[in-house]
């Protein structure tokens, strides 16, 4: 009679295919695929390269790892505040996406910036004989297996930062047991409000967890405290109603296309998710005569147009302090919507598509008034109507947006201070 393996060596088994089908199918897509092929490509040699980085430098290495980008924002407190911290310790960053380490790989206040190599036994106990972490910090959702094994193993403390958690999460279905065995090897879990807490006491869980907050108030709040001007928007904004609209994809870009016929006096300025040659034709198909931000010289022209697209990366934090009211795109897609605590912290009104179900922090800012879910053209355009005609009810509303930000400040110092209490790293 055959003999059931219990359920985390089982899983573990499960776990050991998914790995090598992963590494198998990314190499494949590759072919074809930019981000797959930059995924394979950035792994290349990166045992060597990585080993070299860190001979080349000396000092503790505290380790952050972020899958993308939206993690590292929500990280980037913590580590800036360690930076200054522990000045003479190094800061080792690494990316599971390239949509993370494409943007950031040049990001000054780190020492090293990586991809992580893909999972496994073999890798990662070579990846932690290379860097010896002191500190490894972990944001809101990557969990590795065999990472986290090892870093217990070695009793190096390790910190899950920013975390959420659901009861519809694999965490806690019908399988989660292995997968609570993950959150089980971290030295403490800060998590981002009390039902992530009762969720996780209501199983068990052993490792230590703190209400801490979301850093991602630190970060955004940070933000708009740093001065920043461009002459090129200025001169397109000119005084005049305008929306910024940012991380839109084709169904938010088709909607906004209707407002600009219903609200004729109204100015958009679109910072498109991807900004690919093709996407940004098919924007400027459905514009009348939009402005490349890239191809502005004569800023005369800026004076009659009404359409400007950010052809760039990294500017979309920074412009939602131009808007009379923000537009944050993705509400119309399975992976719901964007960053809408940026527009919030500059005080602006924020509108965004029907998906945003997991978002807490939109369903927090429909019920004090200051976000607006719409799921029609006709409903953009009378929410938007409502908004730019009333310029007393919107001023109230834009400083209850900044409150709302401003209140839930605190979760990075939180953390820190934690690290310092504890003595988790070594002196300064």
Same mark, same amino acid.
């Given at each position: ?47 060597? /390269? ?23 924002e929500? *990280? ?6 360690? #930076? ?5 310790? /190094? ?6 996406s390239?949509?993370g &380490? =494409?943007?950031r790989? @040049?990001?000054?206040r ?15 106990? #070579? ?12 944001? #809101?959702?990557?969990?590795w297996? &065999? ?15 920013s ?20 959150? =089980?090897? &971290? ?11 009762a ?19 630190d ?38 296309? *209707? ?15 991807e ?18 931000i ?21 500017m979309?934090?920074?412009?939602? /302090? &131009?808007?009379t ?8 897609n ?7 605590? =940026? ?27 200051v *976000? ?12 938007? =109507?409502?908004?730019?005609?009333d @310029? ?17 400040k605190?979760a ?17």
């Open positions: 009679m055959a003999v059931a393996l219990p359920l985390n060596v089982g899983m573990l088994f499960f776990y050991h295919i998914f790995l090598h089908v992963y590494n198998l199918g990314i190499r494949f897509a590759s072919i074809w695929n930019a981000k797959a092929w930059l995924w394979v490509e950035g792994r290349n040699n990166i045992f060597e /390269r990585l080993k070299a980085a860190v001979e080349n430098g000396q000092g503790p290495i505290i380790w952050m790892h972020s899958s993308s980008l939206g993690e590292f929500q *990280g980037k407190p913590v580590l800036e505040s360690l #930076k200054t911290t522990y000045p003479r310790h /190094r800061i080792l960053l690494t990316f599971f390239p949509s &380490y =494409e943007i790989k @040049n990001y000054d780190a020492d090293m910036v990586f991809y992580l190599p893909l999972d496994g036994r073999i890798r990662s106990q #070579k990846f932690l004989d290379i860097i010896h972490p002191e500190l490894a910090i972990f944001i #809101k959702y990557e969990s297996f &065999y990472y986290l094994n090892g870093l217990k193993k070695r009793r190096i403390p390790t910190l899950l930062v975390a959420i958690f659901t009861p519809k999460q694999n965490f806690f279905g019908p399988m989660g047991g292995f997968l609570r065995t993950l959150l =089980e090897s &971290y030295t403490h879990l800060f998590v981002q409000d009390a039902p992530s807490a969720i996780l006491e209501k199983f068990k869980l052993k490792a230590p967890v703190t209400i801490a907050g979301d850093t991602r108030y970060r955004v709040a940070e933000i708009t405290s740093i001065p920043f001007h461009h002459s090129v928007i200025e001169g397109f904004c000119n005084q005049a109603d305008t929306m910024i609209a940012g991380s839109t994809w084709k169904e938010d870009e088709e909607m906004l296309s *209707g407002l600009l016929d219903a609200q004729p006096d109204l100015k958009l300025v679109i910072a498109p998710h900004i690919s040659p093709k996407h940004l034709q098919e924007i400027k198909r459905l514009f009348k005569q939009p402005i490349l890239s191809e502005v010289v004569d800023h005369e022209r800026l004076k009659d147009a009404r359409v400007l697209i950010i052809d760039c990366i990294g979309l934090s920074k412009l939602y /302090r &131009y808007a009211i923000s537009y944050v795109g993705g509400g119309f399975a992976a719901g919507i964007h960053n809408i605590l =940026e527009p919030a912290a500059y005080g602006k009104t924020v509108i965004f598509g029907p998906n945003h179900d997991r978002t807490a922090e939109a369903k927090a800012l429909i019920e004090i008034g *976000g607006f879910s719409y799921g029609t053209k006709q409903d953009l355009v009378s929410i938007t =109507e409502k908004l730019i005609s @310029n007393e009810m919107r001023t109230s509303l834009d400083e209850t947006a900044k409150n709302f930000v401003l209140q839930r605190g990075t110092q939180i953390i820190v201070h934690h690290i310092e209490e504890n003595l988790l790293l070594s002196k300064p």
